[in-house]
């Protein structure tokens, strides 16, 4: 044995102090040089002299003694007595010097770390695993002082030395098991249940706990912690774990552990097939470690490499389970040409597998090898890596509807839409048009090759083409209802079918094709002028998202399109929702909320033609009585066809465009009583103002602006108005108590301003 160094310097100290005392007088100071290393600090502590002797008998003096900077955690007397009576020992001698070597080492941390420093979890300590000389973990427990691999505690914290720190604990800390660091690791505690339940057939506990060098051993254990087990409980729609049967729960755990290999992180690579007791499964690293098991479900491990004496522990965030009956993904999994299917799922945002291999029911329609070949070649990416995993989630989602649909529900319907997963314009979900009159396909694109394909969460129809998130040029596109507006939109000047297939958002009112038919009237559609067409589509086509909902909460009001009337001004459109959604008193809903990626499509029966100041008086039920008063009333003056007018040079001298103040029925209910004809029809040119599109913005800012009415008066408008009025005017009569209460209702021949009072001319 060799004479230890630390000892010399005790002895050396003790042989300097005789002397002193010998030679000095009683005045004289002694100064004794007091021990500073590890090693010198435990020879001098009483309590300590067995793991002295320990230390000795494993030649790991010197090292305590040297330079670096080490945590030591330093077992009392009574821990090691403690350890030799569990362990069959009379003596430290009796311990194998090897076996002895490794147990000390368990106590050393290679770097100094103070009471203030530790915290729960692992520490790796200089004892190492026998099969690949990989270091041990220590477990740390700070949540009530500080427990070690749950079995030792610190007594004495933060003994100073100058190679480090002693901390001295009540027991030895042995060489931990796979076994012992699940018990002692609460993060674990269902997994010990799972581990120890009664009608188990085999035992784990004991298996686990053989010691390396005695076969099986070494063991590599995945360990779901309790948050997986509570999952796995949600996944199977289960309460406890005492609800899944025994064979079950063995095949499960038996996939949770590696027999004879100690498999560290670093040994995994991608496509790794690992055997484990249970069978194979799939380990990758790209991305950060996982394992796949047989339904394609997908496990992380988050904490890698805690390091047992006799295997390794790597923790996972997902129960592996043994072959189930087939749901969505395990199905794509078990089916070759769906494997770029799966690589999508797996790589896509928003935790696809697991969604999918949840209770559903879910239709999916999923497209072949072939199919996302296509894709990425037509979409110019090289492979699915160069997808945007955003949009590649967006994507698959666009192939799932929620609910399960057979082929034959789809024939039922005939054809129609139907919402997928995938989020469209202002969060809505996406709209799928499902075509079943001639075999089922969707979108126009893409038709099912295999269907029916029935799993424990749903259906799955194979597909021959990605379905791509769809514009509202792609929804017209694949209806064959709207066939005469696609071809309109191709044929019509401003390359509209460009423009709607931009960014948007658009809410476009679509003519079926009934509509274009009666709107033509047996013109063909390339007899009409295409500046005039392009201004009539763009009459349907809205800016923003409005869906059916903001139409019927609104119940009846105006809006603007993106045609253009007098001086550029954007047309206006009328709707009232009152009794289904009607938009210019010609055109009613038929099929609501078609939502696309930059859009939404409300399906209508009518086409909207650019309307006339005429147009909004019929439409508008305000306006009903200053109908009355145009038509009715008036007979000997054809005023709807006057104020109809588009075209100037008119032999009476009244042409477009025209300013309208239009009074309200409420404003004709404040005269005492209707005037007769010829009264009436001076009253009602005094309403208008010819050859001006007269808007709220050409008007004198802090005011007046005068202009001469039809009947030749003039009438002034002043701004601001009083109280809530937007202007007020004076009329003929010099009436000033007129009040504008909204503006710039915008035909194609004139622009109308509502009033809350009637005018009345001076005579």
Do not use: W
């Not at 990989?134 to 030792?152: K, P």
């Not at 670093?266 to 069978?279: A, E, F, P, Q, R």
């Not at 763009?538 to 119940?555: F, I, Q, R």
């Amino acid at each position: 044995m060799k004479t230890l160094t630390a000892i010399k310097k005790l002895v050396l100290v003790t042989m300097v102090l005789t002397f002193a005392s010998s030679c000095l007088s009683d005045d004289d100071p002694i100064v004794v040089e007091q021990p500073e290393t590890i090693a010198e600090i435990a020879l001098v502590t009483p309590q300590l002299s067995s793991l002295v002797a320990a230390l000795n008998r494993a030649d790991l003096v010197e090292t305590l003694d040297g330079s670096g900077q080490f945590t030591v955690f330093a077992p009392t007397n009574a821990a090691f007595a403690s350890f030799l009576a569990a362990n069959g020992f009379a003596s430290l001698e009796e311990v194998p010097a090897d076996a002895l070597e490794q147990i000390l080492l368990n106590h050393v941390i290679s770097t100094e770390l103070k009471s203030t420093d530790l915290s729960t979890g692992y520490e790796k300590t200089l004892a190492t695993e026998a099969s690949s000389n990989a270091n041990l973990s220590l477990y740390i427990n700070t949540s009530s002082g500080v427990q070690l691999n749950g079995n030792a505690s610190v007594t004495n914290a933060d003994i100073d030395a100058t190679n480090g720190v002693i901390h001295i604990v009540d027991a030895v800390i042995g060489l931990p098991t796979v076994v012992d660091f699940a018990l002692a690791d609460d993060t674990f505690s269902t997994l010990v249940s799972a581990l120890t339940r009664s009608d188990l057939t085999f035992d784990y506990v004991t298996t686990l706990s053989i010691p390396n060098g005695t076969s099986p051993a070494p063991f590599t254990v995945f360990a779901p912690t309790n948050d997986a087990f509570a999952s796995l409980l949600n996944e199977l729609e289960l309460s406890s774990l005492s609800e899944i049967d025994e064979p079950t729960l063995k095949a499960a755990l038996d996939l949770h552990a590696i027999a004879g290999a100690n498999v560290i992180s670093s040994d995994l690579i991608d496509n790794m097939t690992v055997t484990t007791l249970g069978g194979d499964i799939t380990a990758n690293v790209s991305g950060g470690p996982t394992l796949t098991d047989s339904n394609g479900r997908m496990s992380n491990i988050v904490v890698t490499d805690v390091q047992a004496a006799n295997g390794v522990i790597h923790v996972i965030d997902k129960v592996v389970l043994p072959k189930l009956p087939d749901n969505i993904v395990s199905k794509a999994l078990s089916t070759p040409d769906l494997s770029n299917l799966v690589a999508a799922l797996q790589a896509a945002d928003g935790d696809l597998v697991n969604i999918l291999s949840g209770s559903g029911p879910f239709t999916v329609l999923a497209p072949t090898n072939a199919a996302f070949d296509t894709f990425l070649t037509n979409n110019g990416f090289a492979a699915l890596g160069d997808v945007p995993t955003d949009v590649l989630a967006q994507i698959l989602l666009n192939h799932v509807i929620s609910g399960k649909f057979m082929s034959s529900d789809l024939t039922a319907f005939g054809n129609g839409y139907i919402s997928t997963e995938a989020i469209g314009t202002a969060n809505n979900k996406m709209s799928m048009f499902f075509n079943a009159s001639n075999g089922v396909t969707f979108n126009g694109i893409s038709s099912v090759t295999s269907a029916d394909i029935e799993v424990t969460n749903g259906v799955i129809h194979i597909v021959d083409h990605v379905i791509g998130l769809p514009t509202v040029v792609d929804h017209a596109t694949a209806n064959p209802g709207f066939s005469s507006l696609v071809a309109a939109l191709g044929a019509a000047d401003g390359d509209l079918v460009n423009v709607l297939s931009g960014t948007g958002p658009f809410t476009v009112l679509a003519p079926d094709d009934t509509a274009f038919t009666t709107f033509l009237n047996g013109t063909p559609l390339a007899n009409v002028p295409t500046d005039a067409l392009a201004n009539i589509l763009l009459n349907h086509v809205l800016s923003g998202v409005t869906t059916s909902s903001d139409l019927t909460s609104a119940g009846a009001g105006y809006t603007n399109t993106s045609a253009s009337g007098p001086d550029m001004s954007n047309l206006s459109l009328y709707f009232n929702a009152s009794s289904n959604v009607m938009f210019n008193g010609v055109s009613t809903v038929t099929q609501a909320d078609v939502i696309a990626s930059n859009g939404i499509i409300h399906a209508i029966d009518a086409v909207i033609d650019i309307p006339t100041v005429v147009t909004f008086a019929l439409a508008d039920p305000n306006f009903s009585t200053l109908l009355s008063a145009l038509t009715e009333l008036t007979p000997a003056t054809d005023f709807a066809s006057i104020l109809s007018r588009t075209e100037g040079m008119n032999g009476d001298g009244i042409n477009p465009n025209f300013t309208v103040f239009a009074p309200t029925n409420a404003a004709f209910d404040m005269l005492s009583s209707i005037p007769e004809e010829a009264t009436l029809t001076n009253i009602l040119l005094h309403h208008v103002v010819a050859e001006a599109n007269v808007r709220s913005g050409d008007l004198t800012p802090n005011g007046d602006t005068t202009a001469t009415s039809l009947e030749g008066d003039n009438i002034t408008i002043t701004l601001p108005g009083s109280g809530s009025n937007t202007a007020d005017i004076t009329d003929g009569s010099g009436n000033t108590d007129i009040g504008v209460i909204a503006v710039d209702v915008q035909a194609g021949n004139g622009v109308i301003h509502v009033v809350n009072k009637v005018l009345l001319p001076s005579n």
